[in-house]
């Protein structure tokens, strides 16, 4: 081909606004490839991010009140504590035009001149929710940004707590006004006789991986209803952006603060836990719930990926489990911790069927 000719492969499109009807470009051509350190530095998947955002009304996501900033090559953003013993490297080859930094774990700087968005732009706990390059990226060109992954246990998020500070509540616990108490309602339901705000998430994660059915395809929304709304309680299927969206809004709906975080999955592994080739296809977006002293935390609620799961205290210090009958049972246990399994359904499905059945939870269609 010409050598003018422009790429097959196309990003999807992560503007200012996200909206979950619509479907992004899902074919095998690659649009850029990750190259990760040696070293493991996460249990499962890597999660390639865009951008996320903060405020979601009539089944579209923007974010209110953010300032962009250029920064020179290689200048760092704020750290925390541990962080400099954790630093690691990427690079990322452009398969195509790319119009953001694709990142993964919680970025320290990018070799590149760089224009940041921010959240709280006028506070010390300032937010990157996206990396821009100054312009465009185009096909073969590469980037190296720094990154570090918080080592994280099971235990650290179950104690981790729910003293939330102001500026997290304020911004990532909003509801749109016409916001269904119905959402609320299943919310809490499904939540009932848990102590810790982390065991909820997990709760809420488990049910929307064994409530629904993954598909590319929707049936045509009703404009009377709210796309969330439609996903939770009449369509029950659909791609990533409801199944993100939904867990974003019932975590909110019982007081934790959660946002939408849109990007690549993980894709295809060309070289082991080393070289990353991610497709058109593995357009993603996914729930990050914010703990206290801990920060931001993806959670996958969507089907068509591997779940997320944590590792225990004791799996950290032993490094090796033994695969005796009675290690294997709390292993079984701590996966029912982590996300739940099939049999769940029974038990979300009666719930459901309990909340339809009481009058104060129809919906009315004419609101």
């Not at 509540?169 to 939540?191: C, G, H, V, W």
Request: proline content about 5%; aromatic content about 14%; overall charge negative.
């Amino acid at each position: 081909s010409s050598l003018t000719s422009q790429p097959v492969s196309k990003e999807s499109n992560f503007g200012d606004t996200f909206s979950l009807g619509l479907s992004q470009p899902l074919n095998e051509e690659v649009v850029f490839t990750a190259i990760s350190p040696e070293v493991d530095l996460i249990e499962g998947n890597y999660y390639w991010e865009a951008r996320n955002y903060s405020t979601y009304s009539a089944g579209t996501w923007t974010s209110f009140e953010v300032e962009e900033r250029t920064l020179e090559n290689n200048v760092p953003i704020q750290s925390e504590n541990g962080m400099a013993d954790n630093l690691a490297p990427f690079i990322v080859v452009a398969n195509t035009d790319l119009s953001y930094f694709y990142t993964s774990g919680r970025v320290i700087s990018i070799d590149h001149p760089s224009r940041t968005v921010e959240m709280f732009p006028d506070s010390e706990n300032y937010e990157v929710i996206a990396w821009k390059p100054l312009l465009p990226l185009r096909e073969k060109d590469s980037y190296q940004f720094t990154t570090y992954f918080p080592s994280l246990t099971f235990e650290d998020l179950l104690s981790a707590g729910n003293d939330y500070p102001a500026r997290i509540k304020r911004t990532y616990l909003q509801l749109p006004e016409d916001f269904s108490m119905r959402i609320t309602n299943l919310s809490e339901a499904l939540t009932t006789g848990i102590d810790t705000d982390f065991e909820k998430v997990l709760a809420i994660t488990s049910f929307l991986r064994n409530t629904y059915r993954y598909s590319l395809e929707i049936d045509e929304i009703p404009a009377t209803l709210d796309p969330v709304f439609w996903f939770l309680f009449e369509g029950k299927h659909g791609f990533c952006n409801f199944y993100a969206s939904a867990e974003v809004l019932m975590l909110r709906s019982i007081g934790i603060p959660a946002r939408l975080g849109v990007g690549y999955a993980q894709g295809v592994e060309v070289e082991k836990g080393k070289v990353f080739e991610i497709r058109g296809k593995d357009s993603h977006a996914w729930a990050e719930v914010y703990f206290p002293e801990i920060g931001w935390v993806i959670f996958e609620p969507t089907t068509a990926q591997p779940q997320v799961t944590f590792r225990h205290e004791y799996d950290v210090i032993t490094e090796n489990v033994d695969s005796s009958p009675s290690n294997l049972g709390e292993e079984n246990e701590r996966n029912t911790q982590n996300g739940g399994g099939a049999g769940d359904f029974s038990r979300y499905d009666a719930i459901e069927q309990r909340l339809s059945e009481q009058e104060e939870f129809l919906y009315d269609l004419s609101m």
